[in-house]
C-alpha cells in the first residue's frame, strides 16, 4: 500500500510516511485525515493519503546529497540534451572538468552515452547542443521526495498541499 503525506499543524508538507504510521497517528489522535483512498484498512477507518499533524513541528534544513542517482532523479532520468530517457544514462559535466568545470549540481546533468560523447570537451554553446532545463540544486530533499512521489498518476491529491510541484 501506499505512502503517505504528512502536513505540519501549519498545512506545510513536513514529510511522508507508511499508511501503517499514519494510521497510527490517526488512532492516536495526534493528526486528522485530510485526504483518503477508497480502500478500507479498519472497519470504517479509510486508508489516508494526507493527513495533518495537530501540533506544530520545526524541521531542521536537511541538505540533498549530491549523488549520481540523485542527480538522475532531478532530471527525471531523461538525458538533458534529447530527453532519451533510460538506465544507461551518464553523467555530463556542463563545464567540462578539463575546462574547470567543478562537481555541483549546477554543473551536472543527466544525458546519454551518445550525447555525451557527442559533446566531449565542448560546453553546450560550442557544441550546439542545449540543455532542457538549466539544472539547479533542488529546493529541499522533502520537494525532491514529493517529486518523485507524484511522477506519471501517482498521489495527486497530494499536489493541493506542496507548492512547486
Ligand atoms: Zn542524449
Known amino acids: ?5 504528512v502536513l505540519n499543524a ?19 489522535g495526534k493528526a486528522e485525515q485530510l485526504e483518503h483512498k477508497g480502500q478500507i484498512v479498519y ?3 479509510p486508508l489516508p493519503t494526507v493527513i495533518r499533524l495537530r501540533y506544530y513541528v520545526r524541521v531542521p534544513y536537511k541538505e540533498i546529497p549530491l549523488t549520481r542517482r540523485n542527480i538522475l532523479e532531478r532530471d527525471a532520468n531523461t538525458c538533458q540534451y534529447c530527453t532519451a530517457k533510460g538506465d544507461q544514462l551518464t553523467i555530463d559535466h556542463v563545464v567540462p572538468r578539463s575546462r574547470g568545470g567543478g562537481d555541483t549540481w549546477e554543473n551536472l546533468v543527466a544525458a546519454c552515452v551518445r550525447c555525451n560523447v557527442k559533446k566531449g570537451s565542448r560546453t ?8 532542457l532545463t538549466k539544472p539547479r540544486r533542488p529546493y529541499s530533499s522533502l520537494h525532491f521526495e514529493l517529486v ?18
Open 1 to 5: 500500500m501506499g505512502k503517505v503525506l
Open 10 to 28: 501549519s498545512y506545510e508538507p513536513l514529510n511522508i510516511t507508511s499508511w501503517r504510521r499514519a494510521v497510527v497517528l490517526l488512532l492516536k
Open 43 to 45: 472497519a470504517d477507518f
Open 124 to 131: 553546450p554553446k560550442e557544441a550546439d547542443m542545449m540543455l
Open 148 to 165: 518523485k512521489h507524484t511522477r506519471g498518476n501517482s498521489n495527486q491529491e497530494w499536489k493541493k498541499y506542496a507548492i512547486g510541484i
